[in-house]
């Protein structure tokens, strides 16, 4: 599975929109970007994933470069219990294909 | 729907005991995945199944952990012997793997905070 490169941590303020960057230059055509985010002592939490088409749900949106060598996940409206490491994993698709997580991106929401 | 289960969300045991660790994934699901956590090695996956059959479990560390799904409802991560290098926190997912879909989401559980004196 390609890599994925992530800034170590960035804040934002409360209400603000909040936009995470990853780089995934490797990423080849059969392989997802999807987004999981882990709140201090609790299990990761799927967020959102997308193929090359821009994607949103109620968490958040998911901008997919048109050569999909990069993507952004936006919070719209950041609030503090949005505070979390989010990973930007990239995964081939097919059956038995594994998610690997690196070390993410802190994101600290600030009152 | 209540999620993915784990049991016991915390575990202190002593050196050389054994430990299992329980999961129930969401009902419905058809893969169930097990992972550890640590600051030094992030979160890796350790082994995972489908359908009941374990698949790739290359990221088990060694013949001292074994998992096992003897059903769609119930799966173990066993430690024997136990050692404090395995203070970890552990993590069950699920998922289900539509017909004809590319692709699946995992669901996590809470995990279970092992700790090894």
């Known amino acids: 599975d390609a890599k994925t490169t992530q800034p170590t941590s960035m804040d934002c303020a409360e209400g603000r929109a909040a936009n995470l960057p990853c780089n995934h230059s490797?990423?080849?055509?059969?392989?997802?970007v999807y987004w999981y985010r882990q709140i201090h002592s609790q299990g990761p939490q799927y967020i959102i994933h997308?193929?090359?088409n821009n994607e949103t749900n109620e968490m958040a949106s998911l901008i997919i470069t048109e050569d999909r060598k990069s993507s952004t996940l936006i919070l719209p409206h950041a609030t503090l219990r949005d505070t979390a490491v989010y990973y930007c994993?990239?995964?081939?698709?097919?059956?038995?294909?594994?998610?690997?997580f690196g070390k993410g991106i802190t994101l600290s929401v600030r009152p | 729907d209540a999620g993915v289960i784990q049991s016991p969300r915390h575990e202190v045991t002593e050196m050389g005991q054994e430990v299992t660790l329980r999961c129930k994934p969401i009902?419905?699901?058809?893969?169930l995945f097990w992972y550890r956590q640590t600051m030094m090695r992030g979160l890796e996956l350790l082994i995972y199944?489908?359908?009941?059959?374990?698949?790739?479990d290359s990221g088990m560390p060694e013949d001292r952990f074994s998992a096992k799904m003897p059903n769609a409802s119930f799966s173990t991560l066993k430690i024997q012997p136990s050692e404090p290098r395995d203070s970890a926190v552990y993590f069950c997912?699920?998922?289900?793997?539509?017909?004809?879909?590319?692709?699946?989401?995992?669901?996590f559980g809470p995990g279970t905070r092992l700790t090894v004196l």
């Open positions: 997912a699920s998922s289900a793997r539509l017909a004809g879909a590319r692709t699946d989401t995992q669901y």
């Open positions: 490797t990423i080849s055509g059969n392989e997802y």
């Open positions: 997308g193929l090359k």
């Open positions: 994993i990239v995964r081939r698709s097919g059956a038995n294909s594994k998610l690997t």
């Open positions: 009902s419905g699901h058809n893969s």
């Open positions: 199944f489908n359908n009941n059959v374990p698949i790739d």
